[in-house]
């Protein structure tokens, strides 16, 4: 059984992207070998800035997390000059940017997946453990692909994400889990890039604390992935252990291939720059709108018009809106509160309730605000985690389990799954990868 909630899981029809990462999410290789080398060429017009051999790689990272470091401390001090957050103007372009990237995060650690049978080979475990710990060792309040599903569902952003670009990184990952052998110098360069702590992972989990967003997902990663011990420094001893004597260069020329797929498609950054509210707003009001043109009464008019003939009009929706504006309706630059349109539409005895998702009231409110700006409370990393109460599956207490078939239960994101977090438990028992606790 595959993982797929509804942010996951489109069900708009695609001849690209989505159907590809459907498939492989099925277990279905769709011609993914194909497909990844045809990536692989299309990242081999990328620069990288990886050093020129395999030696400088400790000193590469040690720089690249200093850089980092050096990076926020910066942010950290333009904003307590007063400089405003550098990604999100509001709330709603933070919960759009979690839901554009959901698809990648649901398949979080895939890259490695075909590492698992490789157990009783010491050289891939630091590649196994890495992938082990995306998969929380089977605990569900550590599993990240669960962690970012409760996000997703608290924000109540679950809709589909229908833009098929933002099924690549999600496909690559799937792909180059699935044939793991054939390109294994790949998966350790893709695995290096993806496991270097970026500065955009630190903004994003400062500026989604400031908005009452639990970003525990993003801090996990800031911890996890430490170039001192976590998986940014497990990625270069992998690559170490398993670049074959006397093939260095060409293995590692490999290894810069796989490094550049994480370039691929629209970085962070300039997606969330992409955002635009008044867009968003339109689009959602768009799409509300071929299920209420009949569902208004005719004595409800705007400017001598009915809802439903506003509703039935393609296009219409700006003008709808300024209508409501004109009408006083809306009392833009306000709390929203204040307007007449709100009062419809929030709150569980308002005449509108359960029209709008909560993502989409959020745009309703950040536009209806524009410059007005309430008070929020900062919600800190791990505090909405905390108030959960999850139950850690059993282990199977019978017989000796099959490796492969728990394997096969930990693949894609089935891991997420009660059955494959059980699986992932058995795994770590049956390969004796399972690590002592401090006593």
Known sequence: MTV??????A???????????????????????QWLETQLSRADQLPDDLPDTLAQLGQWSVRHSADVARDYAAYLKQRQQGAPRRYFS???????FLQQVAPTKAVDGAWLQGT???????????????????????????NHVLIYQRLLSRLGCQEPVLIDERYLQGSL????????????????GYNLGYEQPPLHLLITTYELAELGIDGYYFQLHITIDNAASGHAQKSIQAL?????RGEEAEFYARVRRGYRLNDLGVDTPSLIASFNLDEALFTALEQKSLFGQFMHADRCRLQKRTINQWLSEPGAMPDFVAAMEQQEWIRRGEDPANSRWWKLIEGPTAPMFGVFTPYEKQLWHDWIAADWQAPVRRVLPGAWEGELALEV???????????????????????????????TRNYLLATGLAQEEPR
């Not at 797929?4 to 899981?9: E, I, Q, Y």
């Not at 069900?11 to 070998?33: F, I, K, V, W």
């Not at 891939?124 to 929380?136: S, V």
């Open 240 to 244: 170490q252990q398993l670049c074959p």
């Open 11 to 33: 069900t708009a029809t695609s001849n690209g992207l989505l159907d590809r990462y459907r498939a492989m999410l099925d277990g279905h290789q769709a011609n993914a070998a």
């Open 173 to 188: 990952q799937l792909a180059l889990g699935q044939h793991s052998d054939r390109f294994l110098p790949e998966v350790i």
């Open 116 to 142: 698992l049978k490789h157990w009783a080979d010491p050289r891939y475990h630091d590649l196994i453990r890495t992938y082990l710990e995306e998969l929380g060792n089977g605990d569900p309040r550590c």
């Open 90 to 96: 509001n709330r709603s372009q933070a919960i759009w």
């Open 4 to 9: 797929m909630t509804p942010a996951f899981a």
């Open 393 to 423: 599956p059993r282990l199977q207490s019978a017989g000796d389990p099959d490796v492969g078939d728990l394997v096969e239960r930990m693949l894609g994101n089935r891991h997420a799954t009660p059955d494959g977090l059980l699986a």
